[in-house]
T-cell receptor
């Protein structure tokens, strides 16, 4: 079975632009979470979606938004990009939103802001 | 607020040595879950183990073992007879009973030298 897939793999943008990152969860998984990982640090929680509803939001500005589609795939949007948004963006999926379930991560999208 | 501390930023060992990675956590939840993930140079986070707050039994899986002690809020990870393939960044993470806003530690970079 395919794991969590993310696209694109790499992305280069300039300040002020907008970006959309995509994620397809493992088949059968209904929960998708997004994390930002700055170089040298641990992942920071951005959003969790379950059954198309937002279940959690981390401490990120309103420039960050996300949604989940009926097929459980998800998009993360970031507006008005700043240099500090340069990071690896990780998507994770799990069967449900329960805290005990391990999350399975994709390879990430590396976003560079010039 | 939840917090995970991994005081060891980097560790270098020679192949076949044993190594222990430390993890200390803070939470006010009575039910919580602890996880260890491995992030090899390829970037994908790989789930290793989950431990429930109400189960303090230590666990061994091959060369890996985990020691969970609620009294000291620690969840340490030991690799016995380390191998070069163990070289990676290891993250400890904490989750509450509801939702999956995992809180990750800053990670420990392990280098196993031949």
């Amino acid at each position: 079975d395919a794991g969590v897939t993310q696209s694109p793999t790499h992305l280069i943008k300039t300040r002020g632009q907008q970006v959309t990152l995509r994620c397809s969860p493992i088949s059968g998984h209904k929960s998708v979470s997004w994390y930002q990982q700055v170089l040298g640090q641990g992942p920071q929680f951005i959003f969790q979606y379950y059954e198309k509803e937002e279940r959690g939001r981390g401490n990120f500005p309103d420039r960050f938004s996300a949604r989940q589609f009926p097929n459980y795939s998800s998009e993360l949007n970031v507006n008005a990009l700043l240099l500090g948004d340069s990071a690896l963006y990780l998507c994770a999926s799990s069967p449900s939103a329960a805290g005990f379930q391990p999350q399975h991560f994709g390879d990430g999208t590396r976003l560079s802001i010039l | 607020a939840q917090k995970v501390t991994q005081a060891q930023t980097e560790i270098s060992v020679v192949e076949k040595e044993d190594v222990t990675l430390d993890c200390v956590y803070e939470t006010r939840d009575t039910t919580y879950y602890l996880f260890w993930y491995k992030q090899p140079p390829s970037g994908e986070l790989v789930f290793l183990i989950r431990r429930n707050s109400f189960d303090e039994q230590n666990e061994i899986s091959g060369r890996y073992s985990w020691n969970f002690q609620k009294s000291t809020s620690s969840f340490n990870f030991t690799i016995t007879a380390s191998q070069v393939v163990d070289s990676a960044v290891y993250f400890c993470a904490l989750s509450g009973d509801y939702g999956q806003n995992f809180v990750f530690g800053p990670g420990t970079r392990l280098s196993v030298l031949p």
